[in-house]
DNA sequence: GAGGGCATGTAAGCCGTTACATGATTTC
DNA sequence: GAAATCATGTAACGGCTTACATGCCCTC
């Protein structure tokens, strides 16, 4: 999964590894989180299977940082990915949810503080969906340049349209919480 | 994360590892699924490391069937978990969210395809929850005896509360499909 | 006797997590 | 000169997925 959300972001435009890091926090981690370790080596597995391509920059520093540009290939197999459509859908993998169905037996006062504590960080999480300007993921991708591809405004809409992914669920999940504190309390 | 699962009904009463997969995939499997592979060697680690043990019946028939029930030490292992608060939220981890992060310059006609063919199946997913009697659980578990434990009536309101959380959720997302297609469509 | 449900296992491989490890540049 | 940020890697491990494999019992 994780080599398509790299050539996903190559397409637009040469990052390296680091860069990709930030970007994925930033956007698409909200919903497919990577280690920076795993980022390095996924990106190594692409290049040997020729679909980005990677270069040292010697040019202005001795830092090794290693910029990654997408080939042909590397396009062409984001584009197959693509419009192949999912026919299932996502499986949720929730911790939470397990301790709630395990926890009849906890006193009531403990898992009405630990779903606090929960409510509390979904909470945080929304407000920082919120914070997150529509335009702010454009401003990151493309730092002080043009758009290097012709419409990212339709990219754009997509993004946002995971960002309000993230505010419904953030919401939804405080509404849960909520009428199920209130249920343990009575 | 699997143990807790299997510790979890072990807790309430003794079952083999095909009834075990039948009520993980009826319950808890819908916010954390299993393999069958993975439910036989997690019930084998948790024998060696003495929270299980199990004994094959030889009473009635031949077939090799294999019964487990929790020790002390497991009860003790259960317990010490759930007292223990989780103090992170829950990873989202979704393909589908990926997809159309990176579907800004696909055709939009196949994306609102691919979101319907999401929307059904969520339609569905929202079906077989509502389906779902609160009861139902209690019955798959104690099936023509009284309840081995004093008071499941408090699980059950545990479990019904991880049942409200499937139907919001499938809610939610079914909302944010039918705003995404219709936004796509203007 | 064919098919579906009951029942249990092994093994390879992949993916992701955690930990270890290093070093330059920039800012206070 | 200390701390934060930029930047890149390796390695061990654990958990989950996929595939392979087997065999009984019951119903049609």
């Known amino acids: 999964m994780l080599r398509f959300i790299l050539l996903g972001f190559l397409n637009y435009l040469p990052l390296n590894g680091y860069q990709l890091k930030m970007l994925i926090?930033?956007?698409?981690?909200?919903?497919?989180?990577?280690?920076?370790s795993?980022?390095?080596t996924t990106l190594q597995a692409l290049e040997d299977q020729g679909?980005?391509?990677?270069?040292?920059?010697?040019s202005d520093d001795r830092l090794k940082r290693r910029t990654y540009e997408i080939t042909e290939a590397g396009r062409a197999e984001l584009r197959a990915w693509?419009?192949?459509?999912?026919?299932?859908?996502?499986?949720?993998?929730?911790?939470l949810l397990v301790r709630v169905f395990f926890?009849?037996?906890?006193d009531h006062a403990d898992v009405i503080d630990e779903l606090r504590i929960q409510r509390r960080l979904h909470q945080q999480q929304l407000e920082?969906?919120?914070?997150i300007a529509a335009d702010h993921l454009l401003?990151?991708?493309?730092?002080e340049a043009p758009p290097p591809v012709?419409?990212?405004?339709?990219?754009?809409?997509?993004?946002?349209?995971?960002?309000?992914?993230?505010?419904?669920y953030e919401r939804m999940v405080l509404e849960w919480i909520d009428n199920l504190v209130n249920q343990l309390k009575a």
């Open 25 to 36: 926090d930033q956007s698409t981690g909200h919903f497919w989180h990577a280690y920076h």
């Open 103 to 106: 926890s009849g037996q906890r």
């Open 51 to 58: 679909l980005v391509t990677s270069q040292t920059d010697e």
């Open 139 to 143: 401003k990151v991708v493309t730092p």
């Open 82 to 95: 693509l419009s192949k459509p999912m026919l299932e859908t996502a499986q949720i993998k929730d911790e």
């Open 128 to 131: 920082a969906y919120m914070a």
């Open 150 to 168: 012709a419409s990212l405004k339709a990219d754009s809409r997509m993004w946002t349209a995971t960002l309000d992914y993230g505010i419904r």
């Open 38 to 40: 795993q980022i390095y």
